[in-house]
């Protein structure tokens, strides 16, 4: 079965942070997105009091990831495998290669992912940056007609504008659950969206900018299905 969407990330909660009300909103269209993930986010201490080691956390990683998907109507979800917080030291070709499978195999045609610095500055968001627009730039990925990129400030700051704004506002109960499912996560989860209860004006609009389309980088901006009611 086609999966007109793909979602690539680093490791999971990403896809909730940047796109939860996009990917359900397709869902909910019938679009049956798909979402790739590099690693299992098992590096770092936070979720550490819920596991006794890296290898126990990767595993309850995984079972979020799970109940996440569950609540955001994804049903395809893979991962990669790779070591968490490694990613710019593998391999950057057979990065490529698992990216390039992944669109292969689920004929995407529409792909998002991190911006060129992360959004944060992550590495590991870079890396996964990079290797999906070599992906999209292999030849190898006929399917795939356009690349967006989440709108983080150092796109805007270049002035490039979203293609793709969504008011987060009508869907926060079904991304508040998606957080609360990625439950190691909450102390990061709580720095960036705060008291779930409540919605964050702050963090209000899911945004991504059109990177790629047909061969060409940085089209004029368009307007997608995605956007509509």
């Known amino acids: 079965m086609k999966h007109p969407y793909g979602f690539i990330y680093a490791h999971p909660d990403d896809e909730t942070f940047l796109s939860a009300c996009i990917i359900r909103k397709l869902a909910d269209q019938g679009e049956n997105p798909a979402l790739l993930l590099a690693t299992r986010g098992e590096a770092g201490r936070q979720g550490l009091e819920r596991a006794t080691d890296r290898s126990e956390l990767a595993k309850l990683r995984e079972k979020e990831m799970d109940e996440a998907a569950k609540v955001l109507g994804l049903s395809n979800v893979e991962n990669l495998g790779h070591p968490d917080g490694q990613l710019a030291e593998i391999d950057f070709n057979a990065l490529v290669e698992g990216v390039i499978s992944f669109i292969q195999r689920y004929e995407v045609e529409v792909l998002f992912t991190f911006p060129e610095d992360g959004g944060n500055g992550h590495p590991d968001h870079i890396t996964i940056s990079k290797v999906t627009t070599a992906a999209v730039w292999s030849g190898k990925c006929p399917s795939v007609r356009k690349l967006y990129y989440a709108a983080a400030a150092s796109l805007l700051a270049k002035g ?3 293609s793709i704004v969504v008011d987060t506002e009508a869907g926060w109960p079904i991304k508040a659950a998606a957080l609360r ?5 909450h102390v990061t989860i709580a720095k ?3 008291d779930l209860d409540v919605f964050p004006e702050n963090r209000r609009w899911e945004a991504f900018v059109l990177g790629w389309q047909d ?3 940085w089209p004029e901006q368009d307007l997608t299905k995605v956007l509509e009611e």
């Open 160 to 162: 490039h504008k979203p």
């Open 215 to 217: 061969g060409t980088m």
């Open 192 to 194: 960036y969206f705060g």
């Open 181 to 185: 499912a990625h439950a190691t996560q």
